[in-house]
C-alpha cells in the first residue's frame, strides 16, 4: 500500500520520532512511504530507506501566518503534481496542527489527521496568558478538525477530543505510537557514550510550560536523592537560570538533544516525566523498554494507559512536587520487577497493523 506523511518537519520533538519511526516500519512491512516536509529542517538520523520530499526549497523556512499557511499549501500542491506526478496514495496521515492546516487548505483526499497532544491542555495554558488568545485556539481546532478523520495517539486524546475540544469528527480511532521495542534494546546497548560519574535519574523534553521543570526541580529537590538530574533538552538562558534559582547548579547536567537517548535511559536510576498534559508519552514506554522504573504525573493524557497494575502507584497527581517526589524517591530505593508484558501492548506491529487497516478503507473526503 501507498502512505503520504505530511509533517512540518524532524526538528526534534517525540512527535517527529515518532513519524519516522511509523515510517520506517511501514516501509519494513512492504509499503511503500513517501514522507513529505513542509520545510527542510531535520535534526534527527534518519533511518534506511527513508528520502523526504521537500514543499520548500533547501534551507528555506515557512512563514507560521495567514500568508504563510497559503503559500506552503500551494507548495505542497506542486510538489504533489511536479514530483508525484500519476501516484495515489491510499492514506495520507498528517501530523501537527500547523501541518494539518496546510494539508486541509491544500483539498488533499484520503487524510487522516493524527492529533499527537491534549488539546484541552494547551488552552488551558493560553488562558493564564489570555483569554481572548485561548478562545480563538479552541475555535481553530474546531474549524481545523470538526468532519475529518482522526487519529488520537490515545484513548485520552480521543476522549478530549469529543469531551472538552467538542470535536465532531467523520472517523476517530485510537493508535498508539509504533514504538520499534527490538530496536530501542539495541540502540541502548551503545557504549560510546559519556555518561557522568554518579548515579542519576533523567528527564527527556523540551524546556516548554506544558512539561514543568519547575515542578521537576522541586520534586527533585523533595526526592533528597543524592543523584544527579540529566536534562535532555537543548540549553538556554532561561533554563539556565531556572536550574540556579532552585540551586541545582552543581546536580543538573543539560546534555541536549540527544539522536540517541537509550543508553542514558538504560543507565539512569529512574526516568520522570513532570508535565501538565501530553498526548502519548513516548518516553514512559521507551524507558520501561529499556529496564529504567518510571514516575510520572497523572496528567491528560497517556501516563494512566502506560502504568497500569502495580505501575499505577507511581503516578502523582499534577503539579504536586512533593507526591512526585516521594514516588521518585521510592522507585529508586525499591525498583519494581519490569516484565517485558508491560510494553508489548505498545508494540510497533499493533500501530502499524491498524494503519495498514485504515488505509484498505475507503475514507471520507476531505
Not at 32 to 57: C, M, N, T, W
Not at 299 to 306: A, D, F, R, Y
Request: with cysteine; hydrophobic share 45%.
Amino acid at each position: 500500500m501507498k502512505f503520504w506523511i505530511v509533517i512540518t518537519n524532524l526538528q526534534g520533538g517525540g512527535a517527529e520520532r515518532s513519524i519516522l519511526n511509523l515510517a520506517s516500519g511501514l516501509i519494513r512491512r512492504g509499503n511503500s512511504v513517501r514522507l513529505i516536509l513542509l520545510e527542510d529542517r531535520i535534526d534527527h538520523a534518519l533511518p534506511p530507506g527513508i528520502e523526504p520530499l521537500f514543499a520548500a526549497k533547501r534551507g528555506q523556512t515557512i512563514s507560521k501566518g495567514w500568508i504563510g499557511k497559503r503559500v506552503a499549501a500551494w507548495r505542497l500542491r506542486r510538489l504533489i503534481v511536479n514530483d508525484l506526478a500519476g501516484e495515489r496514495a491510499d492514506l495520507i496521515i498528517s501530523t501537527l496542527p500547523f501541518a494539518d492546516e496546510v494539508v486541509r487548505i491544500a483539498r488533499l483526499r484520503n487524510v487522516w489527521f493524527r492529533i499527537t497532544n491534549t488539546l484541552s491542555g494547551e488552552i488551558s495554558g493560553l488562558k493564564s496568558i489570555s483569554v481572548k488568545k485561548a478562545k480563538r485556539r479552541l475555535a481553530r481546532y474546531r474549524r481545523l478538525y470538526s468532519g475529518q478523520n482522526l487519529i488520537a495517539v490515545s484513548e485520552g486524546v480521543a476522549e478530549d477530543l469529543r469531551e472538552r475540544i467538542g470535536i465532531r469528527s467523520v472517523k476517530t480511532t485510537t493508535i498508539y505510537n509504533p514504538i520499534d521495542l527490538e530496536e530501542i534494546h539495541r540502540l541502548s546497548r551503545a557504549t560510546d557514550i559519556d555518561f557522568p560519574p554518579a548515579p542519576f535519574i533523567v528527564h527527556a523534553g523540551r524546556f516548554v510550560p506544558q512539561k514543568r521543570h519547575d515542578l521537576l526541580f522541586d520534586a527533585f529537590v523533595a526526592s533528597k536523592l543524592p543523584h544527579q538530574l540529566v536534562l535532555m533538552t537543548k540549553s538556554s538562558q532561561r533554563l539556565r537560570s531556572l536550574i540556579a534559582a532552585k540551586g541545582l547548579t552543581d546536580r543538573v547536567i543539560v546534555v541536549g538533544f540527544v539522536p540517541n537517548p537509550f543508553p542514558w535511559y538504560a543507565r539512569a536510576s529512574a526516568m520522570v516525566l513532570s508535565s501538565d498534559f501530553e498526548g502519548f508519552p513516548n518516553v514512559l514506554v521507551e524507558g520501561l523498554a529499556c529496564g529504567t522504573p518510571v514516575v510520572s504525573t497523572d496528567c491528560l493524557s497517556g501516563p494512566n494507559e502506560i502504568l497500569t497494575g502495580a505501575l499505577r502507584q507511581y503516578l502523582s497527581p499534577c503539579g504536586d512536587a512533593s507526591a512526585l517526589g516521594r514516588n521518585l524517591a521510592s522507585v529508586v530505593e525499591s525498583p519494581p520487577v519490569l516484565g517485558s508484558d508491560i510494553v508489548s501492548r505498545f508494540s510497533q506491529d499493533r500501530s502499524l497493523s491498524a494503519l495498514e487497516a485504515l488505509a484498505k478503507q475507503k475514507s471520507a473526503p476531505t
